[in-house]
């Protein structure tokens, strides 16, 4: 199962996050993307660099299984990708290390996860058995009283 891992990585604390959360994933048995693993940097002063980078995102999001998005930071960006992946019916999965944050828009399109103990087998049971027409919720530590 192959996972579009979105998140933030603008200093060493959010680059660390991400390789965490990264190895946590392929140690329970996904597939992981990561532009930021997997890709240079871009100059975003470049129009036809940004625009190439932005249509490859696109498409890994497409080509993924589910999106795993890591809100520590609150990164638009990464909001942008949540959305994206919601509006083309994949599974979303919200993550945030230490503590949740409430939007409506994600409470009612991601599943949320707080801490990497919520990282478990389960997880990936969860999104093999997803039922593309339901909308389950995980049964692991989530944010569910606001």
Known sequence: ??????????DDEEVERLDKVKARLE????E???????????????????SRRFRLLCEEIRRSDGVFAVLDGRDAGTIWEM??????????????????FFSLMIDQSATYLVGFDS??????EYLQARDINST???????????
């Open 83 to 100: 959305g994206y992946a919601f509006s083309a019916g994949k599974p979303v999965i919200a993550f945030a290390e230490e503590e949740g």
């Open 119 to 124: 990282l478990d087998r389960r997880l990936y």
């Open 27 to 30: 140690d329970l048995g996904f």
């Open 32 to 50: 992981v993307y990561s532009t930021s693993h997997r890709n240079q940097r871009i100059d975003l002063r470049k129009p036809e660099e940004k």
């Open 1 to 10: 199962m192959r996972l579009f891992l979105a998140g933030p990585f603008f």
């Open 136 to 146: 389950p919720k995980y049964t692991g530590h989530m944010v569910d009283d606001y």
